[in-house]
């Protein structure tokens, strides 16, 4: 049964800082990774998805990498802004039809 | 241009009730998930749809649960007799393909079961 976890579990930075949140997860054997945020009382919402295949992918001053032999996954946040906070999410994507399994999530605060 | 939406956002039942929550999924999104998020935990797959198909519902805790997409479109996530570990915030997903995607998510549905 895939595993997802995530480090840390919360993260208090001051505005400016580039940050790191980790993720981890047991089966190597993923279709996709993908990392979500979600502010409170709200939904997910999709940052980034690295297939199988890739290394990393990139989105504004968000990149995304993913090792899968050894399980891991890294989402790098530049210049954070304190509309950054939120839960960070990533999920492992364990079937070709989407199927996710999540960590437990990074509560991010971005202080000015 | 809709995203996904849910209803009701709240639910509050007393134990032994059945309760139904509606997930009304982006126009023409094959995929349909549900997941359950306990309180400060990620999301836990419940059931899959592709169109009207409940291709995986290995997720479902108990026969309790019980969800259906009769049309492709809207799904309904039924739990009978409800109980205090249901509790919980219910979220849908949908994508536009059948293979991996990028999931929408809805709102949630926050259940209180008393």
């Known amino acids: 049964k895939q595993e997802v976890t995530q480090i840390p579990a919360a993260l208090s930075v001051p505005e400016g800082e580039n940050l790191v949140l980790n993720c981890s997860f047991t089966?190597?054997?993923?279709?996709?990774l993908q990392w979500f945020r979600q502010d409170p009382g709200k939904g997910l919402t999709s940052l980034l998805l690295?297939?199988?295949?890739?290394r990393e992918q990139t989105s504004g001053r968000l990149n995304a990498s993913l090792d899968k032999s050894s399980g891991r996954s890294t989402l790098y946040i530049a210049a954070s802004q304190p509309g950054d906070s939120a839960t960070y999410l990533c999920?492992?994507?364990?079937?070709?039809?989407?199927?996710?399994?999540f960590g437990q999530g990074t509560i991010l605060t971005v202080h000015p | 241009g809709a995203g996904v939406s849910q209803s009701p956002r709240y639910k509050v039942a007393k134990r032994g009730q059945d309760v139904a929550l509606r997930c009304d999924p982006i126009?023409?999104?094959?995929?349909l998930f549900w997941y359950q998020q306990a309180l400060g935990q990620g999301p836990e797959f419940l059931t899959y749809?592709?169109?009207?198909?409940?291709?995986?519902k290995s997720g479902l805790p108990s026969d309790r649960f019980f969800a259906e997409r009769p049309e492709g479109s809207v799904s309904t996530l039924k739990i009978q007799r409800t109980q205090q570990e249901d509790s919980a915030v219910y979220l849908c997903?949908?994508?536009?393909?059948?293979?991996?995607?990028?999931?929408?998510f809805g709102p949630g549905t926050r259940l209180t079961v008393l």
């Open positions: 997903a949908s994508s536009l393909t059948e293979v991996t995607d990028t999931q929408y």
């Open positions: 089966d190597s054997a993923i279709y996709n």
């Open positions: 690295i297939q199988s295949s890739q």
């Open positions: 999920a492992a994507g364990g079937t070709s039809y989407g199927k996710l399994t």
């Open positions: 126009s023409g999104h094959v995929s």
């Open positions: 749809f592709q169109n009207e198909a409940q291709l995986d």
